[in-house]
């Protein structure tokens, strides 16, 4: 299956601050998504983005497939970003092959 | 929507006994998929469904494991015996064609 590594694995900002989250994947994707995993362990859905840029609030993404890399940009982070960040890829088997993470934590 | 909708959230059994998680997907939603997320391995794959069928079930651990989905609107994950390496967080997911996959909340299954 497709190979989908992130950095950094873990990240300590202060409330306010800007990062970027990277997501490396082997193949080319009809899926990549984003995905955060709060500390109750519920995963909500950030971006569906196969290629382009999204916005939604603080959160952005973008996609470059050809050079097969994905950016998530979070700004003005608050305590309540904290938690893991998946990438998550598909490429067509409908199997969605999720890397291994980076876990945010926000500190006030 | 309610989105999808997984019970229970958490489940504890011994050893031995059978266990049975639910999942709801969203309606209108095509492929269902059955997750496990543990410590050591991650999120996996455990069996997905595209309209009611299974497509591929290779993830399942071993014939301990089974899944149904009778109709389009329910899905159950099976584990008979279950053993203490079953004990993982389960999600259950679904999704249509490119809208991107919408996660439950899980259940969390420990087997002592």
């Known amino acids: 299956g497709i190979q989908v590594e992130q950095s950094p694995p873990d990240l300590i900002l202060q409330e306010g601050a800007n990062s970027t989250l990277r997501c490396n994947f082997s193949?080319?994707?009809?899926?990549l998504q984003w995905f955060h995993q709060n500390p109750w362990g519920q995963l909500i859905n950030l971006f569906y983005i196969p290629s382009g840029t999204k916005q939604n609030g603080r959160l952005s993404a973008t996609t470059v497939a050809t050079e097969r890399y994905s950016l998530l940009y979070i700004s003005s982070s608050q305590t309540t970003d904290s938690g893991v960040y998946f990438c998550a890829a598909e490429t067509g088997a409908n199997n969605l092959f999720f890397g291994t993470g980076t876990r945010l934590t926000v500190i006030p | 929507d309610a989105g999808v909708i997984q019970s229970p959230r958490h489940e504890v059994t011994e050893m031995g006994q059978e266990v049975t998680l639910r999942c709801k997907p969203i309606?209108?939603?095509?492929?269902l998929f059955w997750y496990r997320q543990t410590m050591m391995r991650g999120l996996e794959l455990l069996i997905y469904f595209n309209n009611n069928v299974p497509i591929d079930d290779s993830g399942m651990p071993e014939d301990r494991f089974s899944a149904k989905m009778p109709n389009a609107s329910f899905s159950t994950l099976k584990i008979q015996p279950s053993e203490p390496r079953d004990s993982a967080v389960y999600f259950c997911?679904?999704?249509?064609?490119?809208?991107?996959?919408?996660f439950g909340s899980g259940t969390r299954l420990t087997v002592v």
């Open positions: 193949d080319s994707v009809n899926n």
């Open positions: 997911a679904s999704s249509f064609r490119y809208s991107g996959y919408t």
């Open positions: 309606s209108g939603h095509n492929s």
